[in-house]
């Protein structure tokens, strides 16, 4: 997507909704969708190319979260700023919540960001994503539906010169009931290339999943598509295809649609008031 400054600082939302059907099983969840940066942080001093790399956002995850929120009918919440002004899918006392040097680039406007400057940020942009996605996981279970958290995500075909083989994995951490179907389902066609917890490993600790689906025993995965696959719009509907058909049977399935607290390989979970 193009990158844009807005205009005025008053003016700048964190968070784009996508309405689904009040009824839906399903919460769509995208973290990186943007490589916006509000007017008052400019470029963080890089030079504008650099955050239409990936660093700057995940390549194609929006529109393959638009796609999937038309066909499913389900709700959606996306980010609207840089991962590289701070990440949303990090808990708020992660090391790498401000990146001052993303794979090989060095962020002048994070180099002097003091815990101020990230307290800042955090109450501006982190907390908002993260306060609209329990509202929104709150209302279902008002409802009386326990809810499939999925979270759309995108690598880079090329890693320090070497090739990913991958078409699509899945991350997950203890809780296989979203991520081993859908494995299964991709597997069966014989094209693709399916990674299970590649090229990143799906348990860390309070990330976006973490927070809002391990802690509360809600059934959820990260989905992971090559940015080559999905970096145009015909790419993003052809995924958004093939996601739909092999999730909508899971998001209906009342065995899968329960709460079970299946734990995680990080360690031992703490609620969020005991963190």
């Not at 193009?2 to 099983?25: A, K, N, W, Y």
């Not at 990674?195 to 689906?213: I, K, S, V, W």
Request: proline residues 9%; negative net charge; charged residues 25%.
């Amino acid at each position: 997507m193009p990158l844009v400054s807005t205009p005025l600082q008053s003016d700048f939302s964190p968070i784009e909704r996508l309405d689904g059907q009040p009824d839906s099983g399903l919460i769509l969840l995208c973290d990186h969708a943007s490589n916006v940066l509000p007017a008052d942080y400019g470029t963080l001093g890089l030079p504008p190319a650099q955050l239409e790399r990936h660093i700057g956002y995940d390549i194609g995850a929006r529109a393959v979260t638009h796609a999937l929120s038309a066909r499913l009918r389900a709700p959606a919440l996306l980010t609207r700023f840089s991962r590289l002004l701070i990440d949303p899918n990090r808990g708020a006392d992660d090391p790498t919540l401000v990146m001052r040097l993303s794979d090989g680039a060095l962020v002048p406007g994070n180099a002097r960001a003091d815990h101020a400057e990230i307290a800042r940020r955090i109450e501006r942009f982190h907390r908002p994503y993260h306060r609209a996605i329990g509202e929104l996981v709150n209302e279902k279970l008002a409802r009386g539906i326990v809810p499939v958290l999925f979270s759309v995500h995108s690598f880079t075909p090329v890693w320090r010169g070497v090739p990913r083989p991958w078409h699509v994995t899945l991350l997950w951490d203890q809780d296989p009931r979203i991520a081993r179907p859908l494995i299964e389902a991709f597997k069966r066609d014989p094209v693709l290339v399916v990674g299970d917890n590649e090229p990143y490993d799906g348990a860390l600790e309070g990330d976006t999943l973490y927070q809002h689906a391990t802690l509360r025993g809600l059934p959820h995965a990260l989905i992971e598509l090559r940015q080559d696959l999905i970096g145009t719009q015909e790419g993003a509907e052809d995924w958004a295809d093939r996601i739909a058909h092999t999730l909508s049977p899971l998001i209906i399935d009342p065995t899968i649609r329960r709460i079970e607290h299946w734990g995680s390989r990080t360690g031992p979970q703490l609620q969020p008031s005991d963190r």
